[in-house]
């Protein structure tokens, strides 16, 4: 696998959204690190969610440590990637609502959105090989289907959105990111989902 300049550029404005432009630059030893996942496959989204998963917990320190590098989520990273194997590994017989209990009302009680979330997982739980002819296929089907359910949390969420969307638009402006750029969407719409998500409790982990 080889990252594209977008999916370098994506991990860089990450970097500097979650440390507030402090650390957007990557040195050396970071660029080494990407080296390495790139020559282990790991895909890009796998390591931005690992990235959130380092700085969630470091925000809830009470003395985090100054210094972070890239290598410091390498644990996250190598999670992550066990995680995905082990939704593939699960196979369709997957238990589908699992998860959606700790989802907070009134979307928990919402029967589409239930059923929007069990239709997402089992498309995650029957993805096909990279080499099968109908992963490409297999792929999209599984990203409009988490949109769907997207679109009903936020749907869900009303007025409040926009307060998530101001906030938001404010970190990604101060992380140095080109409103309407490639990167821009990319991190909106991954940040976006995750302040959806978080407002719900919605389980989104690895995905």
């Not at 282990?40 to 969630?56: C, E, H, Q, R, T």
């Not at 890239?70 to 238990?95: Q, W, Y």
Request: proline letters at 4%; hydrophobic letters at 45%; a neutral charge.
């Amino acid at each position: 696998m080889t990252y594209t300049r977008e999916e370098k550029d994506w991990l860089e404005r990450e970097w500097a959204f979650r440390a507030w432009g402090r650390a957007g630059l990557l040195s050396t030893d970071d660029y080494r690190q990407v080296l390495a996942w790139e020559a282990g496959d790991v895909p890009m989204d796998l390591v931005v969610s690992a990235l959130n998963a380092f700085f969630d917990r470091r925000e809830k320190r009470e003395k985090p440590r100054t210094f972070v590098a890239l290598k410091h989520i390498d644990r996250d990273v190598a999670k992550a990637v066990k995680l995905r194997e082990a939704v593939v590994r699960a196979g369709p017989e997957l238990a589908a609502g699992k998860g959606w209990i700790q989802v907070k009302a009134p979307l928990k009680d919402d029967p589409a959105a239930k059923a929007a979330f069990e239709a997402w997982q089992r498309l995650r739980a029957a993805v096909p090989s990279p080499e099968s002819a109908g992963y490409l296929a297999h792929h999209d089907q599984e990203r409009e289907a988490r949109a769907a359910l997207l679109a009903l949390a936020e749907a869900a969420l009303g007025p409040a959105a926009e307060a998530l969307r101001t906030d938001l638009r404010q970190r990604l402006e101060a992380s140095d990111m080109k409103a309407g750029s490639l990167v821009w969407k990319r991190a909106w719409n991954h940040h976006w989902a995750r302040l959806v998500a978080a407002a719900w409790d919605l389980p989104l982990e690895g995905a």
